[in-house]
């Protein structure tokens, strides 16, 4: 509200209120938050002032707003960093205020088609919010083939990042968002896949290929139900890398968070053990202890990012209960269609290991449905579309849950969880 009430005033307000701010900008499709929280341990630990759009509010008004109140009345700033996360479609305006010192393009996938678009739109989104800010170092994601086409024409100082060994022990299937050149239309060869579209790619027809990234993970060592250990060069420097949280996708915003240290001036050693301290973002990967229950939530919002989910999820050997909540407000994109994109059958490689299957939110039950059309037996999914007794039904059992909700249905988990639980509100 007072970045709307702001603009309002004065149109141009956040250019007054960043011009002397060092900012950190950070945008693509998934990773953001995560991202940001990495980062944001990196200033902590280097004793740095700073402030970040913690609670997610990342378009113009709530970009504004974080501006506002870390200013005084005269408009001047009382930190000298700021950590940015912006939505994709946002960033070609934001960046018309921010001059941004470092931005940082984590991914391109197809993400809520009634909001962007097609995957082409989001990168052009990118590219002109990247051509708005020519004072910046830019970290993209080298992996990536359409972020990292965006090399190709910017003027811009680069640090690419990216994985140069396979993350997963066994993959689950999924459909690339970007399976063809994106100069010349000839499929991809790829000489290994992390997931999605992302990984050593080639275009045998003009030759176009992944370049080599300046920081890079070069072996994942281990990775559990809690972290991931991992060699990473940066500029030809090894060291190894704890990274607090799960998942294979949480590596590559490691990466990424080392590419802003170097471009920042604060190093690599900064980082790394930075990415062994920082606390997740709301929701990614947030882990509970409900009345003795372990409980993680997962945000869901893509095809690509609820795939990389489960195929966290496939990796894990214990029995598991297993909460899955969809809505389709404004936030969550109205279209949910993507759920059939999902890999949600190989559930079924696991199923004796999942106790249950609990659906909630608005579409409740169409997420239902689609386990049952992903073989889920049906005796395994129960719907519950409230939230109290959802979480009550959740916490009666001693193996841990898993909650995978879309954004609005995360705001309400979360909330209840925060006031009966006394856990930290999103914004903190």
């Known amino acids: 509200m007072p970045g709307r009430v702001g603009l309002k005033i004065c149109p141009d307000l956040l250019g007054y209120l960043a011009k002397d701010v060092r900012s950190i900008v950070i945008t693509g499709t998934n990773g953001k938050t995560t991202t940001s929280r990495m980062v944001e341990q990196t200033l902590i630990s280097s004793g740095v002032s700073y402030f970040a759009n913690k609670s997610g509010a990342n378009m113009m008004n709530g970009i504004t707003t974080e501006f506002a109140v870390n200013a005084t009345l005269t408009g001047k700033p009382t930190k000298k960093f700021a950590i940015i996360e912006s939505d994709e479609a946002a960033f070609k305006t934001v960046s018309k205020y921010i001059d941004a010192e470092c931005v940082v393009a984590t991914n391109v996938f ?16 990118i590219r002109i919010g990247i051509e708005n800010s020519p004072n910046a170092t830019v970290c993209l994601n080298a992996d990536c083939s359409l972020t990292a086409s965006l090399r190709e024409e910017l003027p811009n100082d680069l640090i690419l990042f990216g994985v140069n060994v396979p993350i997963y022990k066994k993959t689950i299937r999924e ?60 500029f030809g420097s090894e060291q190894v890398a704890t990274v607090n949280l799960p998942g294979g996708y949480n590596i590559y915003n490691a990466a990424a968070c080392v590419a802003v240290a170097n471009a920042m001036g604060f190093g690599t050693e900064k980082a790394v053990g930075a990415l062994a301290d920082f606390e997740c973002g709301f929701g990614r990967m947030e882990k509970f202890e409900l009345d003795g229950t372990e409980t993680r939530m997962i945000l869901i919002k893509n095809p690509a990012g609820c795939n990389q989910v489960l195929n966290f999820l496939s ?30 059958e190989s559930l079924c490689d696991i199923s004796d290991n999942i106790t249950g299957v609990l659906v909630s939110g608005i579409r409740a039950d169409d997420m239902a449905m689609r386990f049952k059309y992903a073989g889920i037996p049906e005796e395994k999914i129960e719907v519950i579309k409230d939230y109290e007794k959802l979480i009550e039904r959740f916490t009666a059992q001693d193996e841990p849950v898993y909650i995978m909700p879309t954004y609005t249905a995360m705001m309400d988990l979360r909330a209840m969880i925060s006031k009966k639980y006394g856990y930290k509100n999103f914004w903190e």
């Not at 197809?110 to 989104?125: A, V």
């Open 110 to 125: 197809r993400d809520q088609l009634d909001r962007y678009g097609e995957i082409t739109h989001t990168l052009n989104n």
């Open 315 to 344: 990796n894990i050997s214990e029995k598991t209960l297993f909460v899955c909540c969809l809505n389709d407000n404004y936030a969550d994109g109205r279209d949910i269609s993507w759920i059939w994109d999902v890999d949600f």
């Open 175 to 234: 459909a690339s968002d970007a399976p063809y050149c994106i100069h010349c239309k000839h499929e991809y060869e790829y000489e290994y896949i992390t997931f999605g579209h992302l990984g050593k790619y080639r275009c045998p027809n003009c030759g176009y290929e992944r370049p080599e990234p300046d920081v890079k993970v070069t072996r994942v060592i281990s990775s559990d139900a809690d972290s991931s250990t991992v060699m990473i060069d940066a």
